[in-house]
């Protein structure tokens, strides 16, 4: 069964642009979550989406958004980029609702460069 | 708010040495626990959790247990090999977001094993 796989997997911008980044989930999962990964502030909670909903959010500019489609696929979106959004973006998919008992699969991320 | 406090590294080790890694959270209730490990140029992967007091999860050889009167979670294995090498993520799921993908995870811990 394949993985979770994100596009592209590094990708290099500069300030004032925009960008997309996608997540599919391993085959059946409907959840997925994305985190954003930087030296100074580890991992952080970005948002949450199952069934095409989101279900939770963590705190970051309206800058930061995402959706998920109907087969699950979701992509984030960061508009007006600034140089502090460099980070490596995670996804995480699974089964169901929940991380709390249930095992998330993490991707190998989209390396993000603002310039 | 809630969050987790890891240890410091890098933990550098030589092979078939004994490795602790300290985690202690703050959060209200009871919130699940979880130890990620992420090796280079991977996402992460989930190693061991425990989602009530005095549980203890496992996996590979890596233990730790739910220490509710300590608010810790520290890992632990008897003997590590080179292999892993990675870096270790404590983390938490409040028991409030226990069916979310929320995770708040701590600053990460390298460790380094020499043969």
């Known amino acids: 069964k394949a993985g979770v796989t994100q596009t592209p997997r590094y990708l290099i911008k500069t300030r004032g642009q925009q960008v997309t980044l996608s997540c599919s989930p391993i085959s059946g999962h409907r959840s997925v979550s994305w985190y954003q990964q930087t030296p100074g502030q580890g991992l952080q909670f970005l948002f949450e989406y199952f069934s095409e909903t989101q279900r939770n959010k963590g705190n970051f500019p309206g800058r930061f958004s995402g959706r998920q489609f109907s087969n699950s696929r979701s992509e984030m979106n960061v508009s007006t980029l600034e140089l502090g959004d460099s980070a490596l973006y995670l996804c995480?998919?699974?089964?169901?609702?929940?991380?709390?008992?249930?095992?998330?699969?993490f991707g190998s991320g989209t390396q993000l460069s603002v310039l | 708010g809630d969050s987790v406090t890891q240890m410091e590294g890098p933990v550098t080790l030589s092979e078939e040495a004994f490795l602790t890694i300290n985690c202690t959270y703050t959060a209200t209730g009871y919130p699940s626990l979880f130890w990620y490990v992420q090796y280079p140029g991977e996402g992460l992967q989930l190693l061991l959790k425990a989602t009530k007091a005095d549980d203890k999860g496992s996996n590979k050889g890596f233990e730790a247990t739910y220490r509710k009167e300590t608010t810790s979670f520290h890992l632990e294995k008897g003997s590590v090999q080179v292999s892993d090498s990675a870096v270790y993520f404590c983390a938490l799921t409040p028991q409030s977001s226990s069916n979310t993908g929320k995770l708040i995870f701590g600053q990460g811990t390298t460790l380094q094993v020499k043969p």
């Open positions: 995480a998919s699974s089964l169901t609702e929940g991380a709390g008992k249930r095992k998330l699969f």
